[in-house]
């Protein structure tokens, strides 16, 4: 059974980075599908920021483009959310997922001084 | 971008009774290679979004028949007849035929 978990702090400050990985296990990363990052704001907005695919390439939400890079480390079956300069409108609960398929529980990350 | 607009907000609905949720494209949500990337979601309370049903009708594994999805074009619907109180939660439409993916804003399902 596939399972992905989020991890990384949970307060950064304004004009930080934040930084998240995703650990996956029941299913290899590099086999196939998209792996994507997705979050929540305050209130019910979801927003879909990007994925990486099985071959490595990446698809960023233009909306971001700028301040986003996702990777990933294939020998640890993670990938990795970088976002940069954050503002408080960052403040969100940070979601990994397969293909928008499968989620992982989420991570709240509050921007905030 | 792809603008979802859902309807309702949210919906008061007894035990046992039928909900109706729209979600309506600014654009025709048929790909190029002739399938509809429209799905739906609901998050319960404190968890992570399901996938209830991929591709406009076709519920996702273990997603019981009480479930519906129907439409094409612009405009979808997810039913849920017989309403338990595992169903209660925020229902979500997604488009990924267009790129970048974009949610609906989220319907509210409470019991009356």
């Known amino acids: 059974e596939i399972q992905l978990q989020e991890s990384g702090p949970g307060l950064v400050k304004p004009s930080q980075s934040l930084s998240l990985t995703c650990s996956v296990t029941g299913y290899t990363i590099t086999s196939g599908y998209d792996w994507s990052w997705i979050r929540k704001f305050p209130g019910n907005k979801m927003e879909w920021m990007g994925y990486i695919s099985y071959s490595g390439s990446t698809n960023y939400n233009p909306s971001l483009k700028s301040r986003i890079s996702i990777t990933r480390d294939t020998s640890k079956n993670q990938f990795f959310l970088q976002l940069n300069s954050v503002t408080t409108e960052d403040t969100a609960t940070y979601y990994c997922?397969?293909?928008?398929?499968?989620w992982g529980q989420g991570t709240l990350v509050t921007v905030s001084s | 971008d792809v603008v979802l607009t859902q309807t309702p907000v949210s919906l008061l609905i007894s035990l046992g009774g039928q909900a109706s949720i729209s979600c309506r494209s600014s654009?025709?949500?048929?790909?190029?290679?002739?399938?509809?990337?429209l799905h739906w979601y609901l998050q319960k309370p404190g968890q992570s979004p399901q996938l209830l049903i991929y591709q406009v009708s076709n519920r996702f594994s273990g997603i019981p028949d009480r479930f519906s999805g129907s439409g094409s074009g612009t405009d979808f619907t997810l039913k849920i007849s017989r309403v338990e109180p595992e169903d209660l939660g925020v229902y979500y439409c997604?488009?990924?035929?267009?790129?970048?993916?974009?949610f609906g804003a989220g319907t509210k399902l409470e019991l009356k």
């Open positions: 997604l488009q990924r035929t267009h790129n970048p993916p974009t």
């Open positions: 654009q025709s949500l048929v790909h190029s290679n002739g399938n509809t990337y």
């Open positions: 997922a397969r293909a928008t398929t499968y």
